[in-house]
Structures are given as structure tokens and as C-alpha cells.
């Protein structure tokens, strides 16, 4: 379990490499010159993927990207309420239509839960994907375009720090502690339902 989901997908699906965001001003170095496809798969790679770092910490989402199938309308899920601001948010940033972002967007879910599940033990449980993801989100983050704000609209303000977009031994250490925060909360609402 130690692929790197956000860089395998990438390479999957055939997008160009995602740029890190540039921690003192929560941008991508990008300019005019930058093709719509890179600033799609920037937003929408980072997107789903917080998503389903997100919609893992629950029971019912971590049992369902271990058990689902391909058929599964995944923007749905793991948008929830807010599918449609976040499609609007990443069509504004990549210049794309909404009927074209939400298609694309349950693509590369689809393909992301089947990066996961492959990664999974043959006797895996919803902690194994719990687990799984929670070794992914200092790879999802630094990729993470602040114009999205995913953590307002996943309701975890956590995921729009810059600490989790800086390199370093000081970064590295206040995200392991972090971690290690979110790792016990994750065990213990396990432990309690």
C-alpha cells in the first residue's frame, strides 16, 4: 500500500503532471499560455481524490469504495450536496462546461476507487480504505488549488491550510502530528460505531 494514488491515477488516465501550489500565494504556476486540459486535470484529480479522502472517514463511504462496482455515480456521493457549486467552481477554473466536468468527474472516482481496491488485502475491511486514504492526503493536498475551496465545501476547513501545502522538516512534522491527530479520530469513531 504505498503507491502514491493522486500521481498513479494521473499517469492512469493520461492527464498531464498536476503542479504543486505555491504556498505563499495558493496558486499553480500557470499562466495565460496554460491549456484548459491542465487546469481541468489540476482541479478535478485534486477534487475527487479530496472527496474520497473525505467521504472515506465515514462508515458508509469507506464500506462503499471497498465493495462498489464501475456503475456507481460517484460525483453524487462524494460531492453530495454541493455537486453543483463544485462542478461550477472547477468548470470556472478550467474553462469547461458543466455537463463536461460532471462526466469527467465520475470518471476519474471510478478509476480512483479502482486504484483503491486494488491496493486493499484480499480480506480487507472499511479500516483497510480509512487506512489507505489516510496515507494519501500529504500526496492529494500540495496539488489542491485554493480557488476550489474543497474544504469549505466538504466542511473541513483543514483541508484549505497552507501547512499542507509547504516542504520541509517543520511542515513535515506539523502534518505528521496532524496525522497522528486524525489517524486516532479515525480509530476511535471506528472503535465507537
Not at 37 to 45: L, T, V
Not at 135 to 150: D, G, S, V, W, Y
Amino acid at each position: 500500500m504505498s503507491i502514491d494514488l493522486l500521481e498513479t491515477l494521473q499517469t492512469q488516465l493520461g492527464y498531464p503532471a498536476l503542479q504543486k501550489i505555491d504556498p505563499n500565494t495558493q496558486v499553480v504556476k500557470e499562466n495565460n499560455s496554460t491549456p484548459d486540459e491542465h487546469r481541468f486535470s489540476q482541479a478535478a484529480i485534486t477534487a475527487v481524490l479530496t472527496a474520497l479522502y473525505n467521504y472515506s472517514h465515514t462508515d458508509i463511504g469507506a464500506e462503499k469504495i471497498r465493495t462498489s462496482s464501475t456503475a456507481t455515480t460517484w460525483a453524487d456521493l462524494i460531492f453530495t450536496d454541493n455537486r453543483q457549486s463544485v462542478v461550477k467552481r472547477i468548470g470556472d477554473y478550467a474553462n469547461y462546461t458543466s455537463e463536461n466536468v460532471i462526466s469527467k468527474l465520475n470518471s476519474i472516482a471510478t478509476a480512483a476507487v479502482t486504484i483503491i481496491q486494488e491496493q486493499l488485502p484480499a480480506d480487507a475491511t472499511m479500516h483497510h480504505v480509512k487506512k489507505f486514504m489516510n496515507t494519501q492526503r500529504n500526496n492529494i493536498l500540495p496539488f489542491l488549488p485554493a480557488e476550489l475551496q474543497m474544504g469549505e465545501l466538504l466542511h473541513d476547513n483543514t483541508l484549505d491550510d497552507r501547512t499542507n501545502k509547504m516542504e520541509g522538516p517543520v511542515s513535515s512534522i506539523m502534518r505528521a502530528i496532524g496525522g497522528g491527530f486524525s489517524n486516532g479520530e479515525t480509530e476511535q469513531k471506528g472503535n465507537v460505531l
